[in-house]
């Protein structure tokens, strides 16, 4: 009986050896796969109930300025917000007039996001150690129509530092600081106010 049952396993291992795979077939099996994975991936946002814009925009005033308290598991604006860290956010829309966004980055793990509805990133900074980044963004439509005249245009002398411009027409800037823990609070939610986003006056 021993011996009928090692002659039946040596000849599988035997037509186990001889099997020669076809190479084009597995090329063209991997190849479906990382094709079908690309699919899934790109159509995943489209197959979400909500997006993070749309869980965020009834918080947020249009173009003001909102601080969210430290994130906990029963407090956080959007799921699986990172708990080292303290949001602030404004929904901003440049339809009617351009939008200023200023903001002090104090140091390292301070970061400034615009993210498009759809979730895309349009611009982003981070603080750098030992050294603040300052920041001015002048948020304009992407369509080239007009928004207002120039301080120049007008005849007066503009002696400040310019701001960047940024093409985009909605979405969210996320201002992003460190949380050090109790001690640290009150430095962390004063440069958390400094952030501004507000829109301009169109002349």
Known sequence: MIERIQKIGLGWLKSIAAYRPDVRLILMAVCAIGVLHICATL???????RSAFDRLAPLLPLNERVIFPPVTPQAQAVPFLTPD???AMCRYDTSYSPVAITIELPGRGWSLALHTPKGDNVYAATGEDERTTKLRLRLLPESERFMGLTPEAM???DTSDKPQTVRTDRGIAVLRAPD???AYQPTTELGMRQFRCSAEKVQ
């Open 155 to 157: 005849g007066v002398a």
């Open 85 to 87: 860290v303290r949001y």
């Open 180 to 182: 050090r823990g109790r």
């Open 43 to 49: 159509a995943a946002p489209m197959l979400m109930g």
